[in-house]
Every structure is written in structure tokens, then in C-alpha cells.
């Protein structure tokens, strides 16, 4: 199976975020065979989304959470109070986060730890820099970013874990690695983690591509068995060349399914 993420980010507002669920739902109409859809809109706009949302076939994700179940810790979501929302997924870690906001491995780690005790999928996101990228640091850097994130973490068996590979260099740059390094980083993350995890199989750990993912792109990405799905950014609040995106993914299925 193949999984597509778009995160909203802080694009659109409310009546523009139920607009483009219910624009997502009829991309899906008429298809017998289609990618997991997860849709991440902001905050203020997980309420009306999920009434669009219900009784779907598409997930619904957050694009944060905080650690604590709760407390005084103004401007912060809880892992419960995102799941009375009907949210089933939450992004971790995405590099605009860390960049912009500080967020450390540390933070990172906590927030799993919570979403995972209150049911959530996590998609954490790791992904190294330019500088780190040109200097061949790619491996040695996902390792240190996966390592703090997922000390002490505890995945019982069958648990759902999402990571997504988004080169920092290549979010909203248009600039995308080639397709054997993108296979490359998702081999040596799917390694790693399976070193951590005995009880995570090839069944419930994904992972995903994020990086100006895109129409164009997504199908070269999508049809390489390592890469179980794209993170979209920008081009997912753009409802037409979305469902490119998700006609790509639901080619390359009926390619697959073909074969099988």
C-alpha cells in the first residue's frame, strides 16, 4: 500500500480547508483503488474538517503535538484532546519546526512518547541540511535525529509508525534529490529502525518521501518499492495537482496489483 500525506500548513483557513477535504473526497470517487489518504489541516480547522471527513475513507492528521497530557502550557494541544477531534494521525518533528521553532530531538522523543500513548500514528520527520548533504553526512545525521528520537521509545506490536525522509534543502526549493538517494535514505531509516524495534515490521512502519513532492515527481518516487508514500507540502492545497499526486500513487497500485 501506498500512503499520501498533505499537510496544509498554515495555507488556508477554515471554510477554505472544508472546501479542499471536500474537494479531496471526490478525487477519490469512482476509484477501486486508491493510496491511504491523510489529510493535515491547522488547528483551527480540525473540528469542521473531521465532520467533512467522517465515515470516509480519509484519515485526518495534526500538524503538531505537545507532551503533556495537560496543564498550563498556553498555546499547546494535547495528544487527548486531538483525539476527541477525530485526528488519528500527528506529524512530529517537520523540519520547519525545528528550523523556525526550535524544536529539538529531545522534543521530538516526548512528543512520540505521548502520541503513542494516546493511540496517535506518529510521522516523525528527519532530514538533513544542505551543508550536511554536500559534506556526505546524510547517513551520520539521520542516525543522530532518529537515535535521540526514539530513546526510550516503547512500540507495542502491530503499532503504526509513519517516518518521512524530507531533505531540509529540499522543502519548497523545487529542488528534489534523485531517486537513488531518496532510495538509499529510505534503506538505511527502514535498518535503523528495525534495529530499535523488533516488534515493528515491514507491515507497520512506512516510509515516506517529503521534499517539493509534486505531480511531476510523485510517480518516480511512488513506484520504488522502498518508498511507501510522499509528505506534500504545497502542492497539497492546490486541489488539481494533489490529484495528480493521487493519480500517481493509484497507477502505480494497479501496476503493482497487476504483477502480483
Known sequence: MKTVVGNWKMQVGVRESVALARGTLLTLRGRSIAP?????????ALSE????????????GAQNVFWEDHGAFTGETSARMLTELGVTYVIIGHSERRTLLGETDEMVQKKIVQALAHGLIPLVCVGETAEEHDQGLTQSHLQKQLIAAFDGVHIK????????YEPVW??????????????????????????????????SLSVLYGGSVDAENAYAFLREQEVDGVLVGGVSVKLNQFNDVIVAASEVLEAQSTHV
Do not use: N, W
Open 36 to 44: 491511504d489518504l491523510v489529510v493535515c489541516p491547522s488547528f483551527v
Open 49 to 60: 474538517v473531521h465532520k467533512v471527513l467522517a465515515r470516509s475513507s480519509v484519515s485526518m
Open 170 to 203: 529540499a522543502i519548497g526549493s523545487g529542488r528534489t534529490p534523485a531517486v537513488s538517494e531518496v532510495i538509499s535514505a529510505h534503506q538505511y531509516i527502514r535498518r535503523l529502525v528495525s534495529e530499535f524495534f523488533s516488534s515493528v515490521d515491514s507491515l
Open 157 to 164: 506490536h502491530r503499532s503504526q509508525l509513519l517516518i518521512a
